[in-house]
């Protein structure tokens, strides 16, 4: 059965102090290198911002189906799969920023996790940690219920959105006929 | 209205409409994985697609390049999951003792102009060093076109970058792809394909264009592509063994997403701060900066020609006293080129430490980590808080590590040549 195209969420705004998102948080903030050899998907949740300031202690905060909301080219930097799988792993539902780094962007794709970009989102988000929001994967619409504001950001590709219908991947990859 | 090269290599590998935007379904010409993601291709493989073969073993790889050979036993396990899934495939690995997988694929005459080449690293856009289109991806797509040969890719668009200008040694490719990186930041190229033009580009050896594909990633590219010139035609011809290599060609009506040219006339030594690689100064600004590590290598800077400047620079030197130098050579054929020209016993004579082909302390692994309150200045591409230690790093070229090697405090090299 295919995965619903819209998703509803507690909000973590990954800002600093300042109340600004953070911008550019890399593959190494997000799951260090120092944990690469770890295969197990289960086992990858516990490391997840372990080495972004300010935020080590996520993993024992978020909860199933939360929306991380990050600033620009989230995700830049390496190429490991484990930077996406970590949320997974925890239950995260999805990851919405101004920007992703683009091999960041496949990999969640791939991986079933939703993600959604929002070009024109300031660096003072009209949403705050707590929010409960709204995604539609199809129109770009992100909706904070809490605060009853609409933001628009990018609609999904027909492929990006066949992956996550279908769950990532390989399950897309079994649909094709090649 | 016409195409990029960078269109006109995907055109080549798809039936689907090519256009900035579009997503095509690729044939690959090569596929590798390597020790780090390696472990997790396979297991993706083997659970999705149980006793299968991969599509075509003659053009699947390993190659093993972070932590080698392992230090520790999950990296070994993880190495020998790959062996030991190559042996029942077929498929040939690039073992530990071998360097750097972009750099020991075009060693072996494997990447040639125009071909698409997908892997584990994220700096496999190191491959437009000699005009092929390289892309770093995760594990699953890596499986995924282990399996079917494939992957899917939304058409980026392209940014037209020219370079021209001279400069003289010591300042080098390093120091002109860190002020382009100044200029682009991690925003104009950010999802898009970079292609190098101009005069100061047309003149970079191999190893410069090695060095300017790779920061390619830091700027946020997809891919970079360097127009291949005399010396890499016949660098691809003679590792291949093929006589005729076809050279695409932009078409003159084509239209990039943005165009700049950077003029790098007189470019003084450029060095990047700690925690960002776009955040590059003049080396001069940054002089007298105490450092206690320096680190010659990666898939940036690890080329034969870079230790032979560190090489003319340390002869007859001495590394400071209180300072860590390390070198890691890219391959072992450039590691067999530092024996037999000397360059080794330079290095080592000016008390540099000079471990085994590999990408060293990049992804935790051989020599080239930090400790909390060290600083290091480091020929390598990425220096984001934690990537390579505790400690801070500063990115700069091996002629600016090695002058600043013998100071024991960052250094123009220009007071060494």
Request: proline fraction near 4%; include cysteine.
């Amino acid at each position: 059965m295919a995965r619903p195209k819209n998703i509803k969420g507690k909000v973590w705004v990954i800002a600093g102090k300042d109340g600004l998102l953070v911008h550019d948080i890399d593959t190494d903030q997000i799951f260090h290198n120092s944990h690469l050899a770890v295969t197990d998907i289960e086992k990858m949740g516990q490391y997840a911002f372990g080495n972004l300031k300010g935020w080590e202690g996520f993993p024992e905060k978020v909860g199933k189906s939360d929306i991380i909301v990050v600033g620009k080219n989230f995700g830049c930097g390496s190429s490991r799969q484990q930077a996406v799988d970590c949320f997974r792993s925890l239950g995260v539902s999805a990851v919405v920023a101004i920007s992703f780094g683009a091999i960041y962007k496949r990999n969640a794709v791939n991986s079933g996790l939703a993600i959604l970009a929002i070009p024109s989102m300031e660096v003072k988000p009209p949403l705050q940690s707590g929010d409960e929001i709204e995604l539609d994967l199809e129109s770009g619409n992100v909706t904070d219920l809490t605060r009853k504001v609409v933001i628009q950001g990018n609609s999904a590709s027909k492929v990006e959105l066949d992956i996550y219908e279908a769950g990532g991947l390989f399950a897309y990859g079994r649909t094709l006929k090649t | 209205m016409g195409n990029t090269v960078i269109e006109k290599i995907i055109k080549n590998h798809t039936s689907d409409e090519v256009a900035p935007g579009k997503v095509v379904w690729m044939d690959l010409d090569l596929r590798s994985a390597r020790d780090f993601g390696g472990a997790n291709v396979v297991k993706n493989f083997e659970r999705e697609y149980a006793g299968s073969s991969v599509g075509d073993r003659s053009k699947t790889f390993f190659t093993f390049d972070c932590v080698v050979p392992a230090k520790n036993v999950p990296y070994a396990n993880n190495q020998q999951i790959c062996r030991d899934f190559a042996e029942v495939q077929g498929i040939r690995v690039f073992d530990v003792d071998m360097g750097i997988g972009t750099h020991v694929l075009m060693e072996q005459g494997l990447v040639l102009p125009g071909l698409i080449v997908v892997g584990t690293d994220s700096h496999m856009n190191i491959l437009g060093a000699v005009g092929a289109f390289g892309q770093g991806m995760g594990d699953q797509d890596i499986a995924f076109a282990f399996k079917t040969g494939k992957v899917w890719f939304e058409v980026p668009e392209t940014v037209k970058v020219e370079v021209n200008g001279s400069y003289s040694p010591p300042s080098s490719a390093k120091d002109l792809i860190l002020a382009v990186l100044n200029v682009l930041k991690t925003e104009r190229a950010l999802g898009k394909c970079i292609e190098f033009y101009g005069e100061t580009i047309e003149e970079l050896p191999l190893s410069g264009r090695i060095t300017v594909a790779s920061m390619a990633t830091e700027m946020g590219a997809i891919a970079a592509f360097i127009p291949p010139g005399k010396e890499v035609l016949q660098f691809c011809g003679e590792r291949s063994g093929k006589k005729k290599l076809t050279v695409m060609n932009a078409d003159e009506d084509v239209s990039y997403a943005d165009e700049l040219a950077i003029d790098v006339e007189d470019l003084k030594p450029q060095i990047s701060l700690p925690g960002r690689p776009d955040n590059v100064k003049p080396v001069d600004e940054l002089a007298g900066t105490k450092v206690t590590s320096v680190f010659f290598g990666s898939c940036t800077n690890g080329r034969f020609d870079d230790f032979q400047t560190a090489a003319n620079i340390l002869k007859d030197n001495r590394v400071a006293a209180g300072v860590m130098a390390k070198a890691v050579p890219a391959t072992k054929e450039v590691y067999g080129e530092m024996l037999k020209t000397g360059v080794l016993k330079i290095l080592f004579e000016a008390g540099v430490i000079v471990s085994n082909p590999g990408c060293g302390g990049c992804a935790s692994g051989q020599i080239g980590m930090t400790g909390a309150g060290e600083i290091q200045i480091s020929t390598s591409n990425r220096n984001f808080a934690g990537k390579q230690g505790a400690g801070e790093t500063y990115l700069a070229s091996a002629a600016t590590a090695a002058a600043t090697a013998i100071k024991g405090q960052i250094t123009n090299p220009l007071e060494f040549v």
